[in-house]
Nanobody
Framework: QVQLVESGGGLVQPGGSLRLSCVGS????????VGWFRQAPGKEREGISC????????YYSESVKGRFTISLDSAINTVYLRMNNLQPEDTAVYYC??????????????????????????WGKGTLVTVSS
């Protein structure tokens, strides 16, 4: 399995932007579908964006569509999440995940059914994003 380490979280004012990074090691992220998930206090973890090898094969949840953008830089084995127009409801711990292409059905499934198929996911430890004035 690939090992993942997130960074880039912090405190930001409403309307602000952040870019999260997730560095992979032990394997090449180009062999994986990658995604970002978040867990707010008292809530279940939700998949917000997953990518299956190209920008054309990307899923965004309704809560972030139009504001967040996922991208993969294979040359440096890093997944990014660009977050614009952040709002207090975006406050959460953000996690990076990877699923081997051999185990992937669709990117929507990767993002929405992670609890059912958790055994095939590699997870980072998370980075906290707090949106507050």
């Amino acid at each position: 399995q690939v090992q993942l380490v997130e960074s880039g979280g912090g405190l930001v004012q409403p309307g602000g932007s952040l870019r999260l990074s997730c560095v992979g090691s032990g394997s090449t992220l180009g062999y994986y579908a990658v995604g970002w998930f978040r867990q707010a206090p008292g809530k279940e973890r939700e998949g917000i964006s997953c990518e299956g090898g190209s920008a054309a094969n990307t899923y965004y949840s309704e809560s972030v569509k139009g504001r967040f953008t996922i991208s993969l830089d294979s040359a440096i084995n890093t997944v990014y999440l660009r977050m614009n127009n952040l709002q207090p409801e975006d406050t959460a711990v953000y996690y990076c995940a990877a699923v081997p292409f051999s185990a992937l059905t669709t990117v929507q499934t990767m993002c929405t059914q992670h609890q059912k198929y958790d055994g095939i996911y590699s997870w980072g430890k998370g980075t906290l994003v707090t949106v507050s004035s």
